[in-house]
């Protein structure tokens, strides 16, 4: 096996996978182009069939003299309007010009059950790359409940993808979201075809086995998956490793390996620095880079019954920080309330991702807490006025 880019090394130095692929064609005639990676995060444009013809990518821009005919106008939805702008990866002139002419775009399916961490981190690690990310829901409504109880709302039904075109399909784990996923026969249709026309997808914790398996798409392909799901696997082809590239297939274990999985999967879309600057301004670091914790102000830490955290919630919060607090905190049995401090349950996070919360603010307030924490942006400092007035036991 390769070692993996070099640009990505002081991200996961430890880390070894077979050297990723690209996608082997795109479109001759680029989708409309998007004025910004903000546009792109908001809108989640998709392109149809029916406007697709293979083409050989290259890693170089296009040298196409002919220019592009000009974009339609994007109309913004009263949601995606008040969102904050999604922090987009810098890119150099070169990467710019081959993301204007070759816009990316990504499906990510998610059902009752899902892995929210997966999910979210899938979603925003994708979208600040600049790729048009779908979140498509396979159940009879748009909001669904995670398997951590983070409701999540796709942007649109999975039957309304049918006819379209990705350059990538991920899917996230979790159980019994990933039962959900597989008997979705929708989505089967579009992942075969999708996988017949040599166009990379992923899978991550117990999808491999679950779903591509029975699906018949791990034929020849070296894979990972979850531990607990690993014996299902072809002993053949069983790879145990964090992050798995075989082909146009990329694998991975579990929610701890997500943002590896999700930076693999955009450097092989968008080239190794977009995926190395991301990981370095999400501040990814090697666990031996840690710096041992020392509690300066030191105090006991004692209830004598179930710990219960306070987490508020705003248009703009950091979608990755409040999620992976709220399903990290319930897997240890802590009783978690997420709390909306806008009129509304439902907010808008960093990168388009759609969070309702439990309660409204006003009526959390009339329970205290042992915790209440702020996974917020600077723009979402109204939390700290907010929850001044609660008691911390």
Known sequence: MESLSPSLLPLYPSLKFTSPRRPSSISTSAPALLSSPTLASATSPRRKAITQAPRERSARPSRRKTPSPPPPPTVLTADAAEAPPPVAAKKSPLECLFVSF???????????????M??????????????????????PQLQIEASGGVKLVADVSISDC???VYDLVALAGGMPGSSWLRDCEILQKIMSKHAEGKSLYGAICATPAVILLPWGLLKRKQTTC?????????????????????????????????????????????????????GQSSLMHNADDNPKN??????????????RVLIPIANGCENIEVVTIVDILRRAKVDVVVASVERHLQILALQGTKIVADKLIGEAAETS?????????????????????????
Do not use: M
């Open 226 to 278: 979850h531990p607990a799901f690993f014996d299902k696997l072809p002993t053949f082809w069983a790879v145990k490793s964090n992050i798995q590239v075989s082909g146009e297939l990329t694998t991975s274990r579990g929610p701890g390996t997500t943002f590896l999985f999700a930076l693999s999967l955009v450097e092989q879309l968008f080239g190794e620095s977009v995926a190395a600057e991301i």
């Open 294 to 307: 020392i509690e300066f102000n030191k105090a006991e830490w004692v209830v004598d019954h179930t710990p």
């Open 369 to 393: 807490y042992d915790l209440i924490i702020l996974p917020v942006r600077f723009s979402s400092g109204v939390l700290l006025l907010e929850v001044s007035c609660f008691s911390v036991v």
């Open 162 to 164: 049918c006819d379209e």
């Open 102 to 116: 070759f816009s990316c775009y990504v499906l990510i399916p998610i059902g009752f059950g899902t892995e929210e």
């Open 118 to 139: 997966e999910a979210v981190v899938l979603i925003d690690v994708l979208r600040r790359a600049g790729a048009n990310v779908t979140v498509a829901s396979v159940e």
